[in-house]
């Protein structure tokens, strides 16, 4: 599976954005999909994750009530919708996918695809 995401930019705090990552190959459905982010100095850190089946759901606490994860299986895409966005959001935000089928969040070490990262900057 090769991932590509995009949709980064660079936005105001309060302001929303939506990040899409595109998966080819036909066996995108049987994948879990996660997004995480890195900002400079930092390590990658768990954003936003959805099962195989996009039946759940997991999100970090500190994007929890502003974040929105789904997954368009006829289109080999996930995207993640986030609103309300402040400074400490800046980071790259990458996709990745796992074929783990027991229960989510997984970890960085547990996912077997990854997307090249799109940045996102969010100025006060």
């Known amino acids: 599976v090769q991932l590509q995401a995009s949709g980064g930019g660079l936005v105001q705090a309060g302001d929303s954005l939506r990040l899409s990552c595109a998966a080819s190959g036909r066996t995108f459905r049987r994948y879990a999909m996660g997004w995480f982010r890195q900002a400079p100095g930092k390590e990658r850190e768990f954003v936003a994750a959805?099962?195989?089946?996009?039946?759940?759901?997991y999100y970090a606490d500190s994007v929890k009530g502003r974040s929105t994860i789904s997954r368009d299986d006829a289109n080999n895409t996930v995207n993640l919708q986030m609103y309300s966005l402040k400074p400490e959001d800046t980071a790259v935000y990458y996709c990745?996918?796992?074929?783990?089928?027991?229960?989510?969040?997984w970890g960085v070490g547990e996912y077997d695809f990854w997307g090249q990262g799109t940045q996102v900057t969010v100025s006060s």
């Open positions: 959805i099962s195989w089946s996009g039946d759940s759901t």
């Open positions: 990745a996918a796992t074929r783990d089928y027991g229960l989510g969040p």
